[in-house]
């Protein structure tokens, strides 16, 4: 996976293909705030929406890919950058699953 092309979500939002929209729009603005996210980045090509995590977080960053021909989605979580193998990926994850799925592997609660 290449995360180096993905582009900056908080500059270039209107670039994002629907997808990527929907994506962000499951999180919420508030939801990436109480997570402390940073580095907030999407790629249009990948179906990918990929950002580092705030102090205290059970991993440091989260890709989140969507699979069009499936309407699911596959939410890697980086417990390591320098440590691959650490990544626990959770695939086939439906898309009113997304927060609670998040909630559990950050121990960040993103709902009031």
């Known amino acids: 996976m290449n995360t180096a092309q993905a582009t900056d979500v908080t500059a270039n939002l209107e670039l994002a ?3 990527i929209m929907e994506m962000h729009s499951l999180i919420t ?8 996210a940073t580095h907030i980045r ?4 990948q179906y990918l929406l990929t950002w580092s995590m705030g102090s205290g977080a059970k991993c440091v960053a ?15 979580f980086v417990k390591s950058h320098s440590d691959p ?23 960040f609660y993103l709902r009031l």
């Open 17 to 19: 293909n629907p997808e």
């Open 29 to 36: 603005k508030m939801g990436f705030i109480m997570m402390g």
């Open 42 to 45: 999407f790629s249009n090509q």
């Open 85 to 107: 193998a650490r990544t626990v990926r959770m695939d086939r994850v439906y898309g009113e699953e997304v927060i609670g799925v998040i909630e559990r592997e950050t121990g």
């Open 62 to 76: 989260i890709n989140m890919f969507y699979r069009p021909g499936l309407d699911l989605y596959t939410l890697d």
